[in-house]
Protein backbone atom coordinates (compact mmCIF):
# COMPACT_ATOMS: atom_id res chain seq x y z
CA UNK A 1 0.00 0.00 0.00
CA UNK A 2 1.09 3.40 -0.86
CA UNK A 3 1.63 5.35 2.29
CA UNK A 4 1.80 9.24 2.10
CA UNK A 5 1.99 10.80 6.21
CA UNK A 6 2.05 14.38 6.73
CA UNK A 7 3.32 15.78 10.10
CA UNK A 8 0.29 16.90 11.92
CA UNK A 9 -3.32 16.69 11.66
CA UNK A 10 -3.53 20.41 13.55
CA UNK A 11 -1.61 22.88 13.90
CA UNK A 12 -2.48 26.40 15.61
CA UNK A 13 -0.57 29.46 15.09
CA UNK A 14 -0.16 32.59 15.19
CA UNK A 15 0.22 35.41 12.89
CA UNK A 16 3.58 36.12 11.73
CA UNK A 17 5.16 32.65 12.44
CA UNK A 18 7.45 30.45 9.82
CA UNK A 19 5.13 27.31 9.42
CA UNK A 20 7.02 24.22 8.14
CA UNK A 21 4.33 21.39 7.03
CA UNK A 22 5.87 18.17 5.98
CA UNK A 23 4.83 15.52 3.74
CA UNK A 24 6.88 11.88 3.31
CA UNK A 25 5.49 8.69 0.86
CA UNK A 26 6.94 5.87 0.96
CA UNK A 27 6.32 4.34 -2.73
CA UNK A 28 9.32 5.88 -4.34
CA UNK A 29 6.76 8.49 -6.39
CA UNK A 30 8.65 11.40 -8.26
CA UNK A 31 6.07 13.66 -8.36
CA UNK A 32 4.38 15.58 -5.22
CA UNK A 33 1.77 17.95 -4.89
CA UNK A 34 0.89 20.58 -2.09
CA UNK A 35 -3.16 21.74 -2.10
CA UNK A 36 -5.35 23.41 0.07
CA UNK A 37 -8.94 22.56 0.61
CA UNK A 38 -11.69 25.29 1.55
CA UNK A 39 -15.43 24.46 1.53
CA UNK A 40 -16.89 25.48 -1.49
CA UNK A 41 -13.51 25.84 -3.51
CA UNK A 42 -12.31 22.44 -4.12
CA UNK A 43 -8.94 21.68 -3.66
CA UNK A 44 -6.05 24.23 -5.27
CA UNK A 45 -2.82 23.41 -6.06
CA UNK A 46 0.05 25.39 -4.09
CA UNK A 47 3.43 23.49 -5.54
CA UNK A 48 4.40 20.81 -7.07
CA UNK A 49 7.48 19.11 -7.60
CA UNK A 50 8.16 16.63 -10.56
CA UNK A 51 11.10 15.25 -9.09
CA UNK A 52 14.32 15.81 -6.74
CA UNK A 53 15.49 19.66 -6.19
CA UNK A 54 12.58 20.37 -8.95
CA UNK A 55 9.17 22.77 -8.15
CA UNK A 56 6.86 24.55 -9.87
CA UNK A 57 4.26 26.83 -8.92
CA UNK A 58 1.01 26.08 -9.01
CA UNK A 59 -2.41 27.85 -8.68
CA UNK A 60 -2.04 29.31 -5.46
CA UNK A 61 1.40 29.98 -4.53
CA UNK A 62 1.72 33.31 -3.35
CA UNK A 63 2.91 33.06 0.26
CA UNK A 64 4.16 29.58 0.28
CA UNK A 65 7.38 27.98 -1.03
CA UNK A 66 8.56 24.55 -1.10
CA UNK A 67 11.34 22.27 -0.58
CA UNK A 68 12.37 18.67 -2.05
CA UNK A 69 15.61 17.98 -1.16
CA UNK A 70 14.74 14.52 -0.96
CA UNK A 71 12.70 12.27 -2.90
CA UNK A 72 10.62 11.24 -0.44
CA UNK A 73 10.42 14.52 1.04
CA UNK A 74 8.55 17.66 0.20
CA UNK A 75 7.89 20.19 2.57
CA UNK A 76 5.55 23.35 2.46
CA UNK A 77 6.63 26.31 3.95
CA UNK A 78 4.64 29.84 5.16
CA UNK A 79 7.01 32.37 5.21
CA UNK A 80 5.15 34.65 7.83
CA UNK A 81 1.47 32.95 8.50
CA UNK A 82 -1.26 34.98 7.94
CA UNK A 83 -5.05 34.67 8.58
CA UNK A 84 -6.30 33.46 5.42
CA UNK A 85 -3.94 30.44 5.40
CA UNK A 86 -6.14 28.87 7.70
CA UNK A 87 -7.38 25.76 5.97
CA UNK A 88 -7.24 22.07 5.23
CA UNK A 89 -3.72 21.46 3.61
CA UNK A 90 -3.06 18.16 1.61
CA UNK A 91 0.03 16.60 -0.07
CA UNK A 92 -0.29 14.17 -2.33
CA UNK A 93 2.03 11.82 -4.37
CA UNK A 94 2.45 10.30 -8.06
CA UNK A 95 4.35 7.75 -10.02
CA UNK A 96 3.70 9.50 -13.08
CA UNK A 97 5.06 6.56 -15.35
CA UNK A 98 2.96 3.48 -14.15
CA UNK A 99 -0.25 5.48 -13.25
CA UNK A 100 -2.22 8.66 -13.03
CA UNK A 101 -3.69 8.74 -9.97
CA UNK A 102 -2.53 10.81 -7.02
CA UNK A 103 -2.21 9.51 -3.49
CA UNK A 104 -3.08 11.82 -0.82
CA UNK A 105 -2.13 11.95 2.83
CA UNK A 106 -4.67 12.64 5.61
CA UNK A 107 -4.10 16.17 5.52
CA UNK A 108 -3.51 19.19 8.12
CA UNK A 109 -5.41 21.34 9.48
CA UNK A 110 -3.89 24.55 10.22
CA UNK A 111 -5.61 27.62 11.87
CA UNK A 112 -3.59 30.57 11.85
CA UNK A 113 -5.02 33.07 15.04
CA UNK B 1 -11.14 29.47 -18.85
CA UNK B 2 -11.04 26.74 -17.00
CA UNK B 3 -13.99 25.53 -14.65
CA UNK B 4 -15.36 22.37 -13.19
CA UNK B 5 -18.78 22.35 -12.07
CA UNK B 6 -21.00 19.36 -9.99
CA UNK B 7 -23.88 19.88 -7.42
CA UNK B 8 -23.13 20.90 -4.29
CA UNK B 9 -24.79 18.05 -2.24
CA UNK B 10 -27.05 15.47 -3.16
CA UNK B 11 -29.31 12.91 -0.93
CA UNK B 12 -30.45 9.60 -1.62
CA UNK B 13 -31.73 6.51 0.12
CA UNK B 14 -29.77 3.08 0.80
CA UNK B 15 -30.06 0.41 -1.93
CA UNK B 16 -30.80 2.94 -4.50
CA UNK B 17 -28.95 4.22 -7.43
CA UNK B 18 -27.64 8.21 -7.61
CA UNK B 19 -25.62 9.91 -10.45
CA UNK B 20 -23.24 12.51 -9.85
CA UNK B 21 -22.58 14.55 -12.80
CA UNK B 22 -20.02 16.76 -13.38
CA UNK B 23 -19.35 18.94 -16.46
CA UNK B 24 -15.92 21.00 -16.99
CA UNK B 25 -14.66 23.45 -19.44
CA UNK B 26 -10.19 23.19 -19.41
CA UNK B 27 -7.72 24.37 -21.36
CA UNK B 28 -6.40 21.03 -23.13
CA UNK B 29 -7.89 17.73 -21.36
CA UNK B 30 -6.06 14.57 -20.79
CA UNK B 31 -8.35 12.49 -18.80
CA UNK B 32 -10.88 12.74 -15.83
CA UNK B 33 -10.76 11.80 -12.26
CA UNK B 34 -13.47 10.76 -9.58
CA UNK B 35 -12.22 10.78 -6.14
CA UNK B 36 -14.12 9.92 -2.91
CA UNK B 37 -13.55 11.89 0.02
CA UNK B 38 -14.71 10.94 3.56
CA UNK B 39 -15.23 13.39 6.19
CA UNK B 40 -11.94 14.29 7.79
CA UNK B 41 -10.41 11.95 6.12
CA UNK B 42 -7.65 12.18 2.33
CA UNK B 43 -9.38 11.85 -1.25
CA UNK B 44 -9.11 8.19 -2.44
CA UNK B 45 -8.56 7.06 -5.90
CA UNK B 46 -12.27 5.72 -7.60
CA UNK B 47 -11.89 5.97 -11.46
CA UNK B 48 -10.31 7.88 -14.77
CA UNK B 49 -11.60 8.19 -18.11
CA UNK B 50 -9.62 9.01 -20.68
CA UNK B 51 -11.40 7.91 -23.85
CA UNK B 52 -15.31 8.28 -24.19
CA UNK B 53 -17.29 5.76 -22.44
CA UNK B 54 -18.48 4.26 -19.58
CA UNK B 55 -16.40 1.74 -16.82
CA UNK B 56 -17.54 -0.11 -14.81
CA UNK B 57 -16.07 -1.17 -11.33
CA UNK B 58 -18.04 -2.75 -8.95
CA UNK B 59 -20.76 -1.00 -7.37
CA UNK B 60 -19.25 2.42 -8.94
CA UNK B 61 -19.39 3.12 -13.02
CA UNK B 62 -17.89 6.64 -14.47
CA UNK B 63 -18.75 7.82 -17.72
CA UNK B 64 -17.31 10.21 -20.29
CA UNK B 65 -17.85 12.09 -23.08
CA UNK B 66 -15.15 14.83 -24.47
CA UNK B 67 -17.16 16.64 -27.05
CA UNK B 68 -19.80 17.77 -24.36
CA UNK B 69 -17.58 18.09 -21.54
CA UNK B 70 -19.41 16.18 -19.47
CA UNK B 71 -18.90 12.89 -17.07
CA UNK B 72 -20.64 11.35 -14.18
CA UNK B 73 -20.11 8.95 -11.42
CA UNK B 74 -22.68 6.40 -10.91
CA UNK B 75 -23.04 4.33 -7.56
CA UNK B 76 -25.44 1.31 -7.14
CA UNK B 77 -27.28 -0.55 -4.02
CA UNK B 78 -26.07 2.56 -1.66
CA UNK B 79 -24.88 1.91 1.14
CA UNK B 80 -24.42 4.02 4.29
CA UNK B 81 -20.48 4.25 3.84
CA UNK B 82 -21.14 5.71 0.68
CA UNK B 83 -21.81 8.57 2.58
CA UNK B 84 -18.93 10.92 1.72
CA UNK B 85 -17.81 13.53 -1.04
CA UNK B 86 -16.95 13.06 -4.73
CA UNK B 87 -14.37 14.91 -6.13
CA UNK B 88 -14.28 15.17 -9.76
CA UNK B 89 -10.89 16.11 -11.24
CA UNK B 90 -9.60 17.12 -14.80
CA UNK B 91 -6.03 16.08 -15.73
CA UNK B 92 -4.48 18.54 -18.05
CA UNK B 93 -2.08 17.92 -21.42
CA UNK B 94 1.44 19.36 -21.31
CA UNK B 95 2.47 19.06 -17.26
CA UNK B 96 1.16 17.93 -14.26
CA UNK B 97 -1.22 19.40 -13.08
CA UNK B 98 -4.75 18.39 -11.96
CA UNK B 99 -7.76 21.04 -11.88
CA UNK B 100 -10.43 19.73 -8.63
CA UNK B 101 -13.82 20.54 -8.53
CA UNK B 102 -15.23 21.60 -4.86
CA UNK B 103 -16.65 18.15 -4.94
CA UNK B 104 -20.58 16.83 -4.34
CA UNK B 105 -21.25 16.10 -0.95
CA UNK B 106 -23.46 12.94 -0.80
CA UNK B 107 -25.72 11.84 1.92
CA UNK B 108 -26.95 8.32 2.49
CA UNK B 109 -30.27 8.23 4.57
CA UNK B 110 -31.73 4.63 6.10
Known amino acids: DVKVTQSSRYLVKRTGEKVFLECVQDMDHENMFWYRQDPGLGLRLIYF???????EKGDIPEGYSVSREKKERFSLILESASTNQTSMYLC????????????FGPGTRLTVT | GQNIDQPTEMTATEGAIVQINCTYQ??????LFWYQQHAGEAPTFLSY????GLEEKGRFSSFLSRSKGYSYLLLKELQMKDSASYLCAVRRTGGFKTIFGAGTRLFVKA
Open chain 2, 49 to 52: NVLD
Open chain 1, 92 to 103: ASRNWRSSYEQY
Open chain 1, 49 to 55: SYDVKMK
Open chain 2, 26 to 31: TSGFNG
